[in-house]
């Protein structure tokens, strides 16, 4: 079984309820077809091809409950019914309200209306947690990387970077089922000084996360008698800065053909995730990989 077959199976069990953002090109009502199809949980579509917000009678709920999570975003309560109004905002409000359990934007939802959503979706503990996402990408040899990243909001600390990669350790070990080994990528020591900033990330990891294995990675030349390049290499691997890792994810894509999900932003109890680019089956896999990694998958 593959990791992406597992992670499905794990899905199929959890049965999550999964909002979709409608975009009006059909690509979501395709993707929900075939979620629905494969049994990976239970699909409502919010927006163009779905329930529109403005007519919904969770309107107002949904914008108090934008209010109560952001307060200082929000003039009062007619702005609040405008933001709601929002098809993203909209499902974002449901997941935190626990009416959803996976919030999934398609390929016209940028990252950065994504990185706004999560941050209205963590509410108060924004300044702290919640600032940075997550992608999978599919080896050749059909297992799965986890890329994790600092969101665009402005750099994390050592603790802050620490927190990312507890958070996508999590998820990976729960959506895959193999154990996490976490790599704080740095340029060599010779280049420049990110060597001691990953050292003292590293440090806070191990403090927050003393049971699962990390250390700092410059150098990806494998052993020989290794099967392949990643087996006895992190499987996690955290970028320094957002920009980094978009043009790694970038070259996987384009010049390796590598397949690739996310971005993701994860909770113990939702997640919000996007597709960056691809059709109805990487909505579908996206879908089924966050919801994999919830607790109690």
Known sequence: MTAIESAFERARVRQPRIALVGQGDGLIEQAGELLSARGLGRVTIVGPGGSDPVS????????????????????????????????LLFAAGLTAAGEVDICLGGTAVPTDALEEAA???????????????????????GRLLTVAMPDSAGPLDARGIAQVAVTA???????????PWVGFLVAPPSQDASH???????????????GIQATVEWDWS???ADEGRYRSRPNVLIFPDPVAAHLALLLLREAAGLQAWGPMFPSDRWVLAGVARGQAEDVMTAAALAAAGLAGS
């Open 56 to 87: 919904d009678r969770r309107l107002p709920a949904v914008a108090n409950v934008l209010r109560e999570r952001w307060p200082e975003r929000v003039r009062d309560g007619i702005h609040a019914l405008d933001l709601a109004a929002n098809p």
């Open 119 to 141: 941050r209205w979706l963590t509410g108060k503990q924004r300044a702290t947690q919640g600032r940075g996402h997550m992608a999978y990408v599919a080896t050749v040899d």
């Open 169 to 179: 350790a999590t998820h990976r070990q729960r959506a895959v089922g193999e154990t």
């Open 196 to 210: 001691a900033d990953a050292e003292l990330a590293l440090a806070e990891f191990r403090a927050i996360a003393p």
């Open 222 to 224: 494998s052993d020989p």
